[in-house]
Nanobody, 125 residues
Framework: VQLQASGGGLVQPGGSLRLSCATS????????IGWLRQAPGKEREGVSC????????YYTDSVKGRFTISRDNAKNTVWLQMNSLKPEDTAVYYC???????????????????WGKGTLVTVSS
């Protein structure tokens, strides 16, 4: 199982970024996929998760209404569209999975326990 996040960078507050997650080594549409992030000095936290079919999505409260997760099973890719970015969104973002079809609703990391190399998002003026 391999997951590779990309698309991070430096953006001003209020700006937007779109992260991408490319995957390989497993049947993509068998698994829920999501995003974790880890800010400096903080624990890794769940940001968003999408079920195997895209029919169910979940967001942590701090990003609801600003971030949108989506997937294209034909392209084996998941995206995280991040709008209205705030300095507190600064973190390394990781693409992750729990290697089952559904996200674990109510779990801080949505049950995701496997992730790849992250991409750094810095929100600063």
């Amino acid at each position: 199982v391999q997951l590779q996040a990309s698309g991070g960078g430096l953006v001003q507050p209020g700006g937007s970024l779109r992260l991408s997650c490319a995957t390989s080594g497993f049947t993509f549409d068998d698994y829920a996929i999501g995003w974790l992030r880890q800010a400096p000095g903080k624990e890794r936290e769940g940001v968003s998760c999408i079920s195997y079919s895209g029919g169910s999505t979940y967001y942590t409260d701090s990003v609801k209404g600003r971030f949108t997760i989506s997937r294209d099973n034909a392209k084996n890719t998941v995206w995280l569209q991040m709008n209205s970015l705030k300095p507190e969104d600064t973190a390394v973002y990781y693409c992750a999975t729990r290697r089952t079809p559904f996200c674990r609703a109510g779990d801080p990391k949505y049950g995701m326990d496997y992730w790849g190399k992250g991409t750094l998002v810095t929100v600063s003026s």
